[in-house]
């Protein structure tokens, strides 16, 4: 069953809760306080919407994809995120947490990314609202991603590379929650996903379910599947939240499955991993036998993350979201196949859900799938270059 | 009997752990305990160096136990920290040398840990480890008051001691749950932030160390940001011992053979030692 908000102690079952330092626990309380009064307060939620309508271009379209459908003999609608302002649904999440920053009072904002679409939505947000903006981003994913550093920096915000660890998103949360516990009285921490201590996880699915809201109102009738690629998982709840426990519509989450799931090369943090805490919540996570937090792989930045929002691990555990996987490969080729026959580059994130689709093509047949195009692939065509030789 | 041969003959964790804290009632000072992560530089050097410490006049220690993502943790304990990892320093091989420092200096030693490998472990069966390598208690980083009973109930089924935090930040409302959950010990932060060396003396411990004992008499051992004799002075004045922390890790991380880290740290332990009085 699917859960309106997490217990007293932030858990969606066994999963969530928060495990930090003392020294951010009276901000996370206050931070739930002044999220349940805002997520009430018809001021905040107009302001928020007429930003989304006029600033983000929600709601987003649904787009039938006709020679997609034709190819793979499934009738496939794309909700396109990537036609949100700044190329992703994470815009959704950082409009409102920024508004959320400046009712608490604060005026710095502290991120992390991966990708770097959360980090160039948040200093977009940041901009927007008058807020300073300190992005932490791994050494790696500012490698790769160089086109979405100097956006970030055209934004006005300042990119922290990080050394620690592989130098990717797992880094770029702890470096950010390291500031955090030094800077909360005056800095709130935009996490960019379904993570992290309570209440962030519930507070971000809040702000992300915008997205499946709009879906239903776009469709007539629900679509039998909806396909969303799960990283750390903000867009994929955020699509998936409104149908959850929905008769007749099938969940499909597609995690990295990087070199191959028999590589150890992954990002399958609910489809290989085992309960633990990572981040201050209790989730599904890649870890040794010692507990140790294990690196994750994948071409995605985005995907390329040891953890998954408790959320999903409570899905999983509860048989309401199934959770599959796709391969750098397989997603590298449904990144071109986009882009050749309708037109749309995709980001890396998005194509590995694609993959998914391609490889189920047979099984899907006739049936109605909504993929959700979190974002766009810009940011990835240099990569992809690099790969094609 | 001196306070001290009662910490060695004490049986239990708890009983070492207040053995421990009686030395600061009786002899009007704080105690002193130095933090090293576990297997810094090595395993066996490692063990030598707390040796040292306990020579120049440590009265307990922290043991970092290595852990891979240490949110609570500046960069000096976070580079240790990796460095052991590499070097193959596991959750056991590190309560092996909690073991081995137990018996070559009779100090109570109190194991600094992250919550996953306790989870990962088994909470009571970590407990019944930390137990059999004789420490006196535990400090788990990243966990709060709020998810700190089954961890409360397993360290009091093994008569080990367990802290709790509280920080400046901390909440009158907090702090009531943190005294009713009954902690063997409190770790006052002394410092907002990750663990790291500080220009200057802590302002909060004052502060702090008055809202808890208007509410206990449980002891207050302060940590974080305490580097220099001149702040552990300042927090000895309030505090029931004082933890100092990447001021030693720093110290060894720095020196370019154990043997330069063992004079470096003997010098550095006996002027914090001699900062403890009151």
Redesign the interface.
Known sequence: MRLERPDQ?GRFGEFG???????????L?ALEIEFTNAWRDDSFRGELDGLLATYVGRPTPLYHADRLSKQLGINLLLKREDLAHTGAHKINNTLAQGLLTKRMGKKRVIAETGAGQHGVATATACALLELECVVYMGEKDIERQALNVYRMKLLGATVVPVT??AGTL?DAV?AA??DW??S??TTHYIIGSVVGPHPFPWMVREFQKVIGEELKEQMDAPPDVIVAPVGGGSNAMGVFYPFVGMDGVDLVGVEAAGLGIASGLHGASIGEGS??????SMTYML?D?????LEAHSISAGLDYPGVGPEHAYFNDAGLVRYVNATDAQAVEAFHLLARSEGILPALESAHALAWIVQEASQLSGRTVVLNLSGRGDKDVQQVARLDG | MSNRWLVLMANSGSDRLRALFSISRDEDRAVLLPYLTAGIPTVDASVELFVAMADAGADGFEVGIPYADPLMDGPVIMRAGEQALDAGVTVPVALEVVRRVVDETGKAVLVMTYVNPVLRRGIDTFFGDVATAGAAGVIIADLPVDEAEPFLAAAHEVAVGMALFVSPMTSAARLDSVISCGPDFVYGIAEVGVTGERTEASSNVGALAESIRAKSEVPIVFGVGISTPVQAHAAALHGDGVIVGSAIVRRVLDAATPDAARESLSVFVAELAAAMSR
Do not use: C, N
């Not at chain 1, 309960?275 to 201050?280: D, N, R, Y």
């Not at chain 1, 036998?289 to 937090?293: I, S, Y």
């Open positions: 102690r809760g928060a495990f930090a330092p003392e020294t951010l626990m009276p901000a309380e620690s660890g797992k702890s929650l390291r516990v030094a909360v009285a309960p633990g805490v990572l981040h201050g870890q036998e010692f507990g140790q937090v």
